[in-house]
């Protein structure tokens, strides 16, 4: 009966994870939500007969968590902004914007 639940349970940890990283476009935010799915499975498997390597697979379950939740608090290197933006390229502050030409009308 257990074994049963803890296969349904991480069975919706997969569904889940997919479900809000394609929800929220956030792949950060659906491996948390599939790490904790995961580690309530690792703790069913506690409830059915006690045996080391259980408590073992709990273990690695939970240090895993632990770890990614660390790496993934922080922002990728990558996304950090290499240099300044820039000000001041015309009157809208848009490098791209082009000025219209004005024409003189009269003669």
């Known amino acids: ?24 476009g956030d792949v950060r935010v659906a491996v ?19 045996a080391w390597g259980r408590l073992a697979a709990v ?7 632990q770890l990614l939740a660390a790496a993934l608090s922080h922002p990728p290197p990558w996304s950090r902004r290499q240099f300044p933006p820039r000000c001041g390229d015309d009157e809208h502050g848009l490098p791209w914007a082009v000025p ?5 009308a009269g003669g």
């Open 1 to 24: 009966m257990i074994d049963a639940l803890v296969e349904a349970v991480t069975a919706v940890a997969l569904v889940a994870g997919v479900v809000t990283a394609l929800c929220t």
């Open 59 to 65: 273990a690695a379950i939970v240090a895993l968590r």
């Open 32 to 50: 948390r939500v599939l790490l904790d799915l995961l580690t309530a499975a690792g703790l069913l498997r506690l409830a059915g007969e006690p």
């Open 100 to 104: 219209a030409k004005q024409s003189k």
